[in-house]
Nanobody
Framework: QVQLVESGGGLVQAGGSLTLSCAAS????????MGWFRQAPGKEREFVAA????????TYADSVKGRFTISRDNAKNTAFLQMSSLKPEDTAVYYC???????????????????WGQGTQVTVSS
């Protein structure tokens, strides 16, 4: 079992920045590939970014590439999503997710993740 708690969401103007955090507990963090997803009202949950177990490999959705950065601090059992140049279309509930794996790569498919946080709201005003 692993518990994930997101924080750092809020209201920001277009062009602004936010950093989301995802604190993990319950299992060795380095056994988990981590990902961030988001869900806007009336839309399906979509992939945003992923990072592998040791933090050496990352990947991003095209819509956020160059603006968002995923990272992790394995000593603090925490994953992060730094968001800059935010746009109104980035407005959504953001979820972090964890997958137990021996695989060294990133995991981008929603259904491959084992555990989810409760989500944190990000609202970008125009």
């Amino acid at each position: 079992q692993v518990q994930l708690v997101e924080s750092g969401g809020g209201l920001v103007q277009a062009g602004g920045s936010l950093t989301l955090s995802c604190a993990a507990s319950g299992r060795t963090f380095t056994t988990c590939a981590m990902g961030w997803f988001r869900q806007a009202p009336g839309k399906e949950r979509e992939f945003v970014a992923a990072i592998n177990r040791l933090g050496g490999s990352t990947t991003y959705a095209d819509s956020v590439k160059g603006r968002f950065t995923i990272s992790r601090d394995n000593a603090k059992n925490t994953a992060f999503l730094q968001m800059s140049s935010l746009k109104p279309e980035d407005t959504a509930v953001y979820y972090c997710a964890a997958r137990f794996t021996t695989f060294i790569g990133v995991v981008t498919t929603l259904s491959d993740y084992d555990y989810w946080g409760q989500g944190t709201q990000v609202t970008v005003s125009s």
